[in-house]
């Protein structure tokens, strides 16, 4: 079990950039899977990024290119970088932890995991 904090949303137009954080309370798990997932209205959640303890990331077709997520184990925080952003990257960014876990790739948010409450991201023209 870990608390999670998102920060860093925001409005933006079309091709600027935001970068999201991540802040956790920290765990003693050795292995770790970590994920922002994104839900605008009316649509699903979805998978944007992951990356497990050992480093391996994994990355939804959309954002490829665009988007890197990264953590800094040290201060445990997880990260997005996003450039170059859309109009349908519009959503309510959320960030994930599955504790005990590696090699997640992106999962189903129906699967077992810590949440935060999540940060705004809207993008404009």
């Known amino acids: 079990q870990v608390q999670l904090a998102e920060s860093g949303g925001g409005s933006v137009e079309t091709g600027g950039s935001l970068r999201l954080s991540c802040a956790s309370s920290g765990h003693t798990y050795s292995s770790w899977c970590m994920a922002w997932f994104r839900q605008a209205p009316g649509e699903a959640r979805e998978g944007v990024a992951s990356?497990?303890?050992?480093?391996?990331?994994t990355y939804e077709q959309s954002v490829k290119g665009r988007f890197t997520i990264s953590q800094d184990n040290a201060a445990n925080t997880l990260y997005l970088q996003m450039n170059d952003l859309q109009p349908e990257d519009s959503a309510m960014y959320y960030c994930?932890?599955?504790?005990?876990?590696?090699?997640?790739?992106?999962?189903?948010?129906?699967?077992?995991?810590?949440w935060g409450q999540g940060t705004q991201v809207t993008v404009s023209s």
């Open positions: 990356i497990d303890s050992d480093g391996r990331i």
């Open positions: 994930a932890a599955r504790l005990g876990y590696r090699n997640c790739g992106i999962w189903q948010p129906k699967l077992a995991a810590d």
